[in-house]
T-cell receptor, first 112, second 111 residues
């Protein structure tokens, strides 16, 4: 089975902190994604990567950056956390092409 | 026009009922289609892929209508355990492009 693992289920951070969300997949997938999910807004794409050291902006990249130094790991960075970044963050991976994506268990981030 | 649209519901149905969800997508060049299920406070999980010829998996049937650009999901003989949010998902292009998710349709199956 594909396994996508996010480093934390729940996280509480203070406004202005730098926050790292880590995601690791074990199926040698080419593509990795970061989404955030908010009530009434659905899943919104923040960034994605289709190769090591490659990254593409999604629909809402402002306030975020990403890093993909190794194929299996895709990190989301909040440079200076703000309260409007309180959300559920979901990492996903896919082999590429017209295939489905597999999700990690999600990180519920609260910024206070 | 939003890329993938779904009726948000909620759909409240009794056990044993048949319920259908529809979803429309904006890009006629879309290549692949899926239904995901998401339980409360959990991650989305693939329920089934949707093929041009339609496909069935037990009580679940998915249909694709390319001419009208909509996808449907039919659940027969609803169970309490079917209560969840159902997400319509579309790959708008071929190759390495992200999936586009609808906002989901909530289903509550009531005893």
């Amino acid at each position: 089975d594909v396994k996508v693992t996010q480093s934390s289920r729940y996280l509480v951070k203070r406004t202005g902190e730098k926050v790292f969300l880590e995601c690791v997949q074990d199926m040698d997938h080419e593509n990795m994604f970061w989404y955030r999910q908010d009530p009434g807004l659905g899943l919104r794409l923040i960034y994605f990567s289709y190769d090591v050291k490659m990254k593409e902006k999604g629909d809402i990249p402002e306030g975020y950056s990403v890093s993909r130094e190794k194929k299996e790991r895709f990190s989301l960075i909040l440079e200076s956390a703000s309260t409007n970044q309180t959300s559920m963050y979901l990492c996903a991976s896919s082999p590429g092409g017209n295939t489905e994506a597999f999700f990690g268990q999600g990180t519920r981030l609260t910024v206070v | 026009r939003k890329e993938v649209e779904q009726d948000p519901g909620p759909f409240n149905v009794p056990e044993g009922a048949t319920v259908a969800f529809n979803c429309t997508y904006s890009n006629s060049a879309s290549q692949s289609f899926f239904w995901y299920r998401q339980d409360c406070r959990k991650e989305p999980k693939l329920l089934m892929s949707v093929y041009s010829s339609g496909n069935e998996d037990g009580r679940f049937t998915a249909q694709l209508n390319r001419a009208s650009q909509y996808i449907s999901l039919l659940i027969r003989d609803s169970k309490l355990s079917d209560s969840a949010t159902y997400l319509c998902v579309v790959n708008m292009n071929s190759g390495n492009t992200p999936l586009v998710f609808g906002k989901g349709t909530r289903l509550s199956v009531i005893a």
